[in-house]
């Protein structure tokens, strides 16, 4: 294991170790960018930034001449179905005719569909697959991310989906972030009675502490799956056993998810595609923070993309994610994300920064740990091939990383 390494002849970086808290509205547009700058890692964590002259003859075990490329945090992912069974190739042909995403879970298809597979999946299969979905997220220069259960729906199941996650982040590098989502469609067996698979989920809510199996719980409120009377009780639940809250909110159609989110005080409000003006109002004056994921409107071929612009110019705080899932976002390149964010939200590269950074860790409640490099920080830090940051959202659909390292070890290069 490599002690220290120093990376210098740093072209651009971006530490972002200037804030406290999440960055809101304009302050997402100024982006602090260091030329010709070093950093030393040691022991795991970041022992030095400055100017690349002063410190390119520090003693390191290894140093590396970066040559005028952009050095930046790891990136921080905040909404991920990590942990399902199967996958959903054969809907792409009903997509393609024209069957609506509600339309499709309606008929037992979509989310489902991978419960079934899920449920049948042993706790071995999963992991793998978990494994494997999250070597392809860091490789893309994600250091810590969030992963959902919600492919379950029975106790059973959901357990096993979060003890899966559990074993991954324990067994991987990267940080794992754990989100309980047993709300996340009605199953056959309680299509006459949503309420009572509520209480049913909310009957693991001990247990789920007890084992320390997630931080968070979550909910899709939307038409035809939870309604906001339902999701306020739910989350209200939750919120009272000490769990932080998440919503997917406003995702198809605008329910009022988005105001539901900022009553409870959510720590995020994700999706808002579809979110109103007294919606966008009320998430701009509060402390939740809007997590924005247009690979999922653009994989559902919707028109409407949240609308970023107007959130950040009233003042909210934005992060974006991949939405990474068999159905709505079936990607892990939050580099592609990025693009859309840029291409389809008019999202400016400094905000986009901002967003995967930053913000994104604290919409998991990691940002005093991630998404800065900062003096005595854990080395999340991607040297990308590129000279600078306005580069990664304008080359899209490609992977631009040169080298990950997690708490100052080289993940891939
Ligand atoms: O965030 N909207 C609900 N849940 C996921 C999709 C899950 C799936 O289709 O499997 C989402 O889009
Ligand atoms: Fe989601």
Partial sequence: MTQSTLLYNIGQLLTMDQYEGPVRGKDMGNLDVKENYAVL?????????????????????????????????????????????????????????????????K?????????????????????????????????????????????????????????????????????????????HAITEEYKENPEALLDEMASLFDQIKEEDLAEFVDIFTETGVFTIEQSRRYLQKAKDKGFDLKMHADEIDPLGGTQLAVELGATTGDHLAVSTDEGIKQLAESDTIGVLLPGTIFYLGKGEFARARKMIE????????????????????????????????????????????????????????????????????????????????????????????????????
């Fill in 314 to 413: 009233e003042g909210a705080a934005i992060a974006i994610s991949t939405d990474f899932n068999p159905g709505s976002s079936v990607t892990e390149n939050i580099q592609l994300i990025m693009s859309l964010a840029a291409l389809k939200m008019k999202m400016t590269p400094e905000e986009i920064w901002h967003a995967v950074t930053v913000n994104a860790a604290h919409a998991i409640n990691r940002g005093d740990e991630a998404g800065q490099i900062k003096v005595g920080r854990k080395a999340d830090v991607v040297v990308w091939d590129a000279t600078n940051y306005l580069y990664i959202p304008y080359h899209y659909g490609v992977n631009h990383v040169n080298t990950v390292f997690k708490a100052g070890q080289k993940l891939f290069e």
């Fill in 41 to 105: 890692m040691k022991d795991g964590k970041v022992e030095k930034i400055g100017p690349s002259d002063e410190l390119a003859d520090t003693q390191a075990d290894e140093k590396i001449d970066c040559q005028g490329k952009l050095v930046t945090p790891g990136l921080v992912e905040p909404h991920t179905h990590l942990v399902f069974g199967g996958s959903r190739e054969h809907e792409m042909a009903l997509k393609q005719q024209g069957v609506p995403y509600l339309e499709i879970l």
């Fill in 107 to 183: 008929q037992g298809g979509g989310i489902l569909s991978t419960v079934r597979s899920t449920r049948k999946a042993s706790e071995e299969e999963l992991y793998e697959k978990a494994m494997f979905h999250l070597n392809r997220m860091a490789s893309y220069g994600i250091t810590t991310m969030e992963a959902k259960s919600g492919y379950g729906m029975d106790k059973e199941t959901e357990l096993k989906q979060l003890r899966v996650a559990k074993k991954a982040g324990e067994n991987h590098p990267l940080d794992l972030v754990s989100t309980f989502l047993g709300a």
